[in-house]
């Protein structure tokens, strides 16, 4: 590598400070993870939405319309087709995306800034579980901003269009007292915020917070798990199958491929618990379920195992393309703008390194 004087005296000059600008450098890489955590988290929720509010629906379709003639996949599409057009499919996506962006930042920023720490402290949990609790913490201090989002988008996922909703709640609506509404129809996230707030203050806001924890604490850990543990799978594979051969997959297609992958067996372990949560956060003031056991309890005493996995389905079809996609642009944003500030830290330690050892020859 051929150096101008002028930069290697910048770089020596540089080099006094080493230890400030390494703590600078990676208390900038903690933050690049930060932001493109939130902004892959974003783009993956904004761009599987529709899927997710048929999820919703199939969820909480016993509360709403009770048990009898519960819909399958298609038929809810249908009907969310039928009563709402294209809008219905994409309600509840501004607090989505919103609440994503909270959740993409702290999981993968303190993924990264969490897992070397506490395997330093704890040598003895070893790489995956200093993973699955980096992951657990991220998700459970995302959550703070992820639940109130995910209450008032699950509800406006569930009411469509304001004609579709007051019909719901005048014809079909077999959980609530005669003559008492669920709730109101909400026109917006603010609006939404604001009502919920009014009729039931921060415990509305917050309602199935635990069952939120319960759900998304595992999920978060085993994701980070299973993708270490896929990409680990890989590099053996590689090395094994592959020794003498120069084979380089690119990080981006990587991380599509085995971020699908880990999403999709994540989602299905955890649907019962998605199941509570979901439940918890739609019934509103008209109280079913007390809590997340008694949800247990009542949705395995009428529905059976059936009920705990009602909408795995489209819960592993969310859940395998968003986080294939998550990954995917979590990869490339590395790939893309660590690169650069990187590869000037690598070149300024080698021409550190040139010139210690021309300080010794002299």
Known sequence: MVVSSSTSSSNNTQALKSPVSHSTHNNFFVWREFLWGALAGAFGEGMMHPIDTIKTRIQS?????????QKSILQMVRTVWVADGLRGFYRGVTPGITG????????????????KWIEDLHPNLGGHWAHFIAGGIGDTLGSFVYVPCEVMKQRMQVQGTKHSWSSVIIKDNACSKPGVQMYGYYKGM??????????????????????????????????VTFYEGLKDLTEYGKRKWLP??????????EGFILGGLAGGFSAYLTTPLDVVKTRL?????????KGWLDAVQKIWMVEGPKGLFRGSVPRIMWYIPAYALTFMAVEFLRDQFNDGL????????SIDKKDTTLQKAA
């Open 61 to 69: 379709q016993a509360m709403i319309s009770g048990y009898q003639n």
């Open 100 to 115: 994503s962006l909270a959740t993409g930042a702290t999981y993968f920023g303190f993924i990264e800034s969490s897992k």
């Open 190 to 223: 603010f609006q939404a915020g604001c009502s919920i707030w009014k009729e039931q203050g921060l415990k509305g806001l917050y309602a199935g917070y635990w069952s939120t924890l319960a759900r998304d604490v595992p999920f978060a850990g085993l994701l």
């Open 244 to 253: 003498n051969h120069d084979y380089y997959i690119n990080s981006s297609v």
């Open 281 to 289: 956060q739609v019934q509103g003031s008209t109280i079913r379920y």
């Open 342 to 349: 990187d590869n000037r830290e690598v070149t300024s330690l």
